[in-house]
Structure formats: structure tokens, C-alpha cells
């Protein structure tokens, strides 16, 4: 990954002959906090609230230009490590005061070891540490992130104005309850900055605004990236653990349509970018079903009419939220188009076959075939009599690709080999993710 200060517009450029993709930092931070909202029906709006105070604090602090920018990003995705809806309803709940470090740190361990986010991993990470008269600076040390305490502040004041009144006139019953909590929840250098920002009628409308990206764009100059291949591939990964790891029995479920789809690309004849930006789009296929209530999701049975409808919704908030990042234009169709059928009888969008590019096409049937192999708690995968005679008939049906099909046929023992690796690869990083977790003592709530 390249960093740069200048400000280059968005698109693509070529280093060593290689496509890497130009980006603002703001734009891929913006793009995967509304990926998070997609799982927060509750607090919709709430990471890009907290971004604009968190800054508006932060620079009434004095704090350098750079920590301001780090202290923004890290504002946008706090809650990212939020896996259940039990814990967002809790922490959308002014006097909750439970245990909220949970989520922080899960966070903290999706980003920690990325090249685009690990500088704001630890800031992710004590979101909610409470100052305590400077206990949890005395306990802590430098491991404290004075961005983390900022966050925690902004955090507080957002869940305190409702959403459904107009900020202004909460100004007086939000100053006291912050002002009262100043010292024990908050540092008190940090409450004074925004008590003097509070005064500005400018603050409570800006956070009435309801294009916050428009705030922070025109307020923070933020580096440009150019990623490369391999760091799209980072963020796709990195968007695929928020996915599956919110159900233990589908965590592996996107590496696996990953590496058929890559496997498949391949000998398919696609080039090598193509090839691995296939790859790329295996693990965003599922992006939509953050937007899916879990209990509809993974239910074990069937679903009535009501559920097969929300279901339904997933590939359109695939779409949706990939148009957020203009990284991922070129493989927005591979991820989002793999329940549309070549007859037109797909969903969401009805598109026909004439509209199905080869890469939508491979991806719908890995996506088939990878979730009729993999296990499942109430089911073993299909054997490959099986697998072979449910494609054979959907290609039939002028549902799929039967060339696409012919080719996972003809290669049927490398693909499932692929695939199988692939998944226990994953299920190794989940399995270590859960025992993270447990190993301090966190409930994820996950959906069994």
C-alpha cells in the first residue's frame, strides 16, 4: 500500500504494470461505516455522529492534524466489532453501563493486524474505558490512546440527544449530564473542549446534518491510498469476518465461494487480475446479510413468505454497499448478481442472461456449490453425485451456467479440494478469534 498527501481524484492508475485503485482514506473509512450500519438498524447514523464530535473534540483539544484524522477514522467504525443485535441494543440505551468492552475488542482484533486500520486498532479497542480519575491512564499507560477517551466522550453524547427531537433544544439537558460524569467517566480536559464547542448553535444543527460525509470531507484533508491487489483483497477479507463471524456455522462460508469462484475463474481462462479479483468478490458476496436479522438467516426450517422476502433483501444490500466504495466497482456485479438466474427469474434485480458477464456467472455457481458441500449442524455436505445433480438440473433450467458447470465437473476434485481448504483455513482463524474472546472472558452472543 502506497500513502500519499496529494489529493488525487478516485480511479484507477497502474504501478509496474499492475492495476492498483487511487481512494481517499475518508472514502474506504465512510464506505465500511456504512457497511456496519447495514447491521444497525438501531443506532442508523451513529458512527458518522461520532466522527463529527469525536473531531470537532479532538481539535478544541489542540490535538496535531494527523491524531485528529486517526481519531476521525477510528470514530467511523468504532462499534464494528458489535456481532449481535442484543449488544447494539444495549449500547444504544443512555443509562446502559454495563459490561461494553466486548465489542471493542473484537474490533480491535479484526483491524489490529490490517495495514489500512492497525494504526486505530487500540483506539477501537478502549472505546469505552471510563477515566476514572485518571485510574485507567495510571493502569493503562501509554497502551491508552488518548483517542480512545475522546471516542468514549462522543460516543455518550450522541446516544444522550434524541434522534427523534431536535438537538438545540437538548443542548442544556446534555451539557448537564456530560458535565456531571466529567472526572469519573470522562477526562476532564476532554469535557471542558466540549462544553466549548456545545456553546456553538453550529454544533447541535451540524449534527442534524444528514450528509456527515459532506462534514468530514470539507473539514479534514485526509491522505490519499493507492491499494494494490492484494490490500483489496485485505479489506474484502477483513469485510467477510464482519459477515460470517456473526453465525459460528457459516464463519468459513465465504472463504469457501472465495476460492471456487478464484478456481474456477481460472479455468474459466479469466486472466490473473481478474482471477484474483474474483476472489475478491467471493468474499463480499454476502455483505447484504448484515442487513438480515439473524433469527431469518439462519433458521433451521422453513421460511414463510414475510422471511423469504427479507431474505431476498441481502444481494440488494450487497449492491448497495459496495456502491459505497469505488474500490470495488469492477467486481460490484460479480458479488451482488449471484441469485439472479440467466431465464430473469432471479432476485433482486431480474437480470437476464444477456447481462450476466462470465464472472456472474462463476460466481453463482460457486456460491451453489459451496454451500451443498460445506457442513452444516443439521446437515453433512452433499457428496459429489449429489452436488453434480443439482447443478446438472439448474442447468437444465437455463438457471446457471452449464459451461460453467462442465468446467467444475471436469476439475470437480481440484475445486472441492480448494474449497475444503480454504474453509478449514478459516474455521482455524475463527476458531482462534472465539478463543480470543474467551480467553478474556467476552459473550459474543453469536446465533447458533
Same mark, same amino acid.
Given at each position: 500500500?502506497?500513502i500519499?498527501?496529494?489529493?488525487t481524484?478516485?480511479?484507477?492508475?497502474?504501478?509496474n504494470?499492475?492495476r492498483?485503485?487511487?481512494?481517499?482514506?475518508?472514502?474506504?473509512?465512510?464506505?465500511?461505516?456504512?457497511?456496519?450500519?447495514?447491521?444497525?438498524?438501531?443506532?442508523?447514523?451513529?458512527?458518522?455522529r461520532?466522527?463529527?464530535?469525536?473531531?470537532?473534540?479532538?481539535?478544541?483539544?489542540?490535538?496535531?492534524?494527523?491524531?485528529?484524522?486517526?481519531?476521525?477514522?477510528?470514530?467511523?467504525?468504532?462499534?464494528?466489532?458489535v456481532v449481535?443485535?442484543k449488544?447494539f441494543?444495549?449500547?444504544?440505551?443512555?443509562?446502559?453501563?454495563? &459490561?461494553?468492552?466486548?465489542?471493542?475488542?473484537?474490533? &480491535?482484533?479484526l483491524?489490529?493486524?490490517t495495514?489500512c486500520f492497525?494504526?486505530?486498532?487500540s483506539?477501537?479497542?478502549?472505546? &469505552?474505558?471510563k477515566?476514572?480519575?485518571?485510574?485507567?491512564?495510571r493502569?493503562?499507560?501509554?497502551?491508552?490512546?488518548?483517542?480512545?477517551?475522546?471516542i468514549?466522550?462522543?460516543d455518550?453524547?450522541?446516544?444522550?440527544?434524541?434522534?427523534?427531537?431536535?438537538a438545540?433544544?437538548?443542548?442544556?439537558?446534555?451539557?448537564?449530564?456530560?458535565?456531571?460524569?466529567?472526572?469519573?467517566?470522562?477526562?476532564?480536559?476532554?469535557?471542558?473542549?466540549f462544553?466549548?464547542?456545545?456553546?456553538k448553535?453550529s454544533?447541535?444543527?451540524n449534527l442534524?446534518?444528514?450528509?456527515?460525509?459532506?462534514?468530514?470531507?470539507?473539514g479534514?484533508?485526509?491522505?490519499t491510498?493507492?491499494?494494490?491487489?492484494?490490500?483489496?483483497?485485505?479489506?474484502?477479507?477483513l469485510i467477510s469476518?464482519?459477515?460470517?463471524?456473526?453465525?459460528?456455522?457459516?464463519?468459513?462460508?465465504s472463504?469457501g465461494?472465495?476460492k471456487?469462484?478464484?478456481?474456477?475463474?481460472?479455468?474459466?481462462?479469466?486472466?490473473?487480475?481478474?482471477v484474483?479479483?474474483?476472489e475478491?468478490?467471493?468474499?463480499?458476496?454476502?455483505?447484504?446479510?448484515l442487513?438480515?436479522?439473524?433469527d431469518?438467516?439462519?433458521?433451521n426450517?422453513?421460511?414463510?413468505i414475510?422471511?423469504?422476502r427479507?431474505?431476498?433483501k441481502?444481494?440488494?444490500?450487497?449492491y448497495?454497499?459496495?456502491n459505497?466504495?469505488?474500490?470495488?466497482?469492477?467486481?460490484?456485479?460479480?458479488?451482488s448478481?449471484?441469485h439472479?438466474?440467466?431465464?430473469?427469474?432471479?432476485?433482486?434485480?431480474?437480470?437476464?442472461g444477456?447481462r450476466?458477464?462470465?464472472?456472474?456467472?462463476?460466481?453463482?455457481?460457486a456460491d451453489?456449490?459451496?454451500?451443498?458441500?460445506?457442513?452444516?449442524?443439521?446437515?453433512?455436505?452433499m457428496?459429489?453425485?449429489?452436488?453434480?445433480s443439482?447443478?446438472?438440473?439448474?442447468?437444465?433450467?437455463?438457471?446457471?451456467?452449464?459451461?460453467?458447470?462442465a468446467?467444475?465437473?471436469?476439475?470437480?476434485t481440484?475445486?472441492?479440494t480448494g474449497?475444503?481448504e480454504?474453509?478449514?483455513?478459516?474455521?482455524?482463524?475463527?476458531?482462534?478469534?472465539?478463543?480470543?474472546?474467551?480467553?478474556?472472558?467476552?459473550?459474543?452472543y453469536?446465533?447458533?
Amino acid at each position: 500500500m502506497v500513502i500519499t498527501n496529494m489529493h488525487t481524484a478516485e480511479g484507477t492508475v497502474y504501478r509496474n504494470n499492475l492495476r492498483s485503485y487511487v481512494i481517499s482514506r475518508l472514502d474506504l473509512i465512510m464506505g465500511l461505516s456504512r457497511v456496519v450500519d447495514l447491521v444497525n438498524p438501531f443506532i442508523d447514523g451513529h458512527h458518522q455522529r461520532v466522527a463529527y464530535i469525536a473531531g470537532v473534540i479532538a481539535r478544541e483539544c489542540g490535538l496535531p492534524e494527523n491524531d485528529v484524522n486517526d481519531i476521525v477514522s477510528a470514530s467511523a467504525l468504532h462499534d464494528i466489532g458489535v456481532v449481535a443485535e442484543k449488544e447494539f441494543k444495549e449500547l444504544a440505551n443512555p443509562e446502559f453501563s454495563g &459490561h461494553e468492552y466486548g465489542h471493542g475488542y473484537v474490533g &480491535h482484533l479484526l483491524f489490529r493486524d490490517t495495514d489500512c486500520f492497525g494504526s486505530i486498532a487500540s483506539m477501537i479497542r478502549y472505546h &469505552h474505558e471510563k477515566w476514572n480519575h485518571g485510574k485507567a491512564a495510571r493502569e493503562l499507560g501509554s497502551a491508552l490512546p488518548e483517542g480512545a477517551l475522546i471516542i468514549h466522550l462522543a460516543d455518550r453524547v450522541d446516544i444522550l440527544t434524541d434522534r427523534n427531537r431536535t438537538a438545540l433544544e437538548q443542548k442544556a439537558a446534555v451539557i448537564d449530564k456530560i458535565s456531571s460524569m466529567k472526572g469519573r467517566w470522562f477526562k476532564p480536559a476532554h469535557v471542558d473542549a466540549f462544553l466549548h464547542a456545545a456553546e456553538k448553535e453550529s454544533f447541535w444543527f451540524n449534527l442534524e446534518e444528514p450528509d456527515k460525509y459532506r462534514l468530514l470531507k470539507r473539514g479534514y484533508r485526509f491522505n490519499t491510498l493507492i491499494l494494490g491487489q492484494e490490500e483489496i483483497l485485505e479489506i474484502s477479507k477483513l469485510i467477510s469476518r464482519i459477515i460470517d463471524f456473526r453465525c459460528s456455522f457459516t464463519s468459513t462460508h465465504s472463504a469457501g465461494v472465495a476460492k471456487s469462484a478464484s478456481l474456477l475463474a481460472e479455468i474459466c481462462g479469466m486472466d490473473a487480475g481478474s482471477v484474483r479479483n474474483m476472489e475478491v468478490a467471493g468474499y463480499l458476496h454476502d455483505l447484504g446479510k448484515l442487513a438480515v436479522l439473524p433469527d431469518v438467516l439462519y433458521k433451521n426450517g422453513a421460511l414463510n413468505i414475510s422471511e423469504q422476502r427479507m431474505i431476498k433483501k441481502h444481494t440488494y444490500y450487497t449492491y448497495y454497499a459496495l456502491n459505497c466504495f469505488e474500490i470495488f466497482d469492477h467486481i460490484k456485479e460479480w458479488a451482488s448478481f449471484h441469485h439472479e438466474t440467466l431465464d430473469g427469474n432471479g432476485y433482486p434485480f431480474h437480470v437476464k442472461g444477456d447481462r450476466l458477464d462470465l464472472g456472474c456467472r462463476i460466481m453463482a455457481v460457486a456460491d451453489i456449490f459451496t454451500a451443498l458441500t460445506e457442513d452444516r449442524p443439521y446437515r453433512a455436505g452433499m457428496d459429489s453425485e449429489g452436488v453434480i445433480s443439482v447443478l446438472d438440473e439448474l442447468a437444465e433450467k437455463n438457471k446457471i451456467d452449464a459451461r460453467v458447470v462442465a468446467a467444475l465437473k471436469d476439475n470437480y476434485t481440484r475445486i472441492n479440494t480448494g474449497r475444503e481448504e480454504a474453509q478449514a483455513a478459516a474455521a482455524v482463524s475463527f476458531r482462534e478469534f472465539l478463543g480470543n474472546m474467551q480467553g478474556k472472558g467476552i459473550e459474543l452472543y453469536l446465533d447458533e
